[in-house]
T-cell receptor, first 114, second 117 residues
């Protein structure tokens, strides 16, 4: 059974700092990996989707990497801003005979202080 | 236009009541999901429908019954509500890739905050 772990659970940084969020998964037979952002009291917003054949994806100040063999992904946020404060969720889509399944980590709560 | 919408946004009700949450997507996706987010913010899948057919049914009490009248709607009905059902329920949708048969990016609704008293 796929398990997804995110470290750290919470992170507080000053504005302007570069930071890395970590995600690990137990079963490397994944189809793709997705990073989401959740703002307090709101739904989820998809940030980046990395296919299993890809090593990384970039969108603006965000860069996500994927190392399937070691079961790890990182989300790099450059020049952090207070507006980046949110919970960041990592989710993997696993390959199963019954179809595809999205499994979430518990999230990293990020606070960027002005 | 909202891509994935849920109603109601907030639901406060008494134990033992029966309630429904509605979800609609206008993205033309063929697969819809219900997730439960508990007090620790952990998201767990409950159900998934592809073209109105149930494809994922996690270990969820049978008081929870999903209904998909068409590909754009997936409603969640809950019977005999219990205190432990209090959570945020998220609906999501995606498309299954015709080339690979696998799920593409999921889009989420804003969530329904259920409080059972």
């Amino acid at each position: 059974k796929q398990e997804v772990t995110q470290i750290p659970a919470a992170l507080s940084v000053p504005e302007g700092e570069n930071l890395v969020l970590n995600c690990s998964f137990t079963d490397s037979a994944i189809y793709n990996l997705q990073w989401f952002r959740q703002d307090p009291g709101k739904g989820l917003t998809s940030l980046l989707l990395i296919q299993s054949s890809q090593r990384e994806q970039t969108s603006g100040r965000l860069n996500a990497s994927l190392d399937k063999s070691s079961g790890r992904s990182t989300l790099y946020i450059a020049a952090s801003q207070p507006g980046d404060s949110a919970t960041y969720l990592c989710a993997v889509i696993s390959l199963e005979t019954s179809g595809s399944r999205l499994t979430f980590g518990e999230g990293t709560q990020l606070t960027v202080n002005p | 236009d909202t891509a994935v919408s849920q109603t109601p946004k907030y639901l406060v009700t008494q134990m033992g009541n029966d309630k429904s949450i509605k979800c609609e997507q206008n993205l033309g996706h063929d697969t819809m999901y219900w997730y439960k987010q508990d007090s620790k913010k952990f998201l767990k899948i409950m159900f998934s429908y592809n073209n109105k057919e149930l494809i994922i049914n996690e270990t969820v009490p049978n008081r929870f019954s999903p209904k998909s009248p068409d590909k754009a709607h997936l409603n969640l009905h809950i019977n005999s509500l219990e205190l432990g059902d209090s959570a945020v329920y998220f609906c999501a949708s995606s498309r299954i890739s015709r080339a690979s048969g696998r799920m593409e990016t999921q889009y989420f609704g804003p969530g329904t905050r259920l409080l059972v008293l």
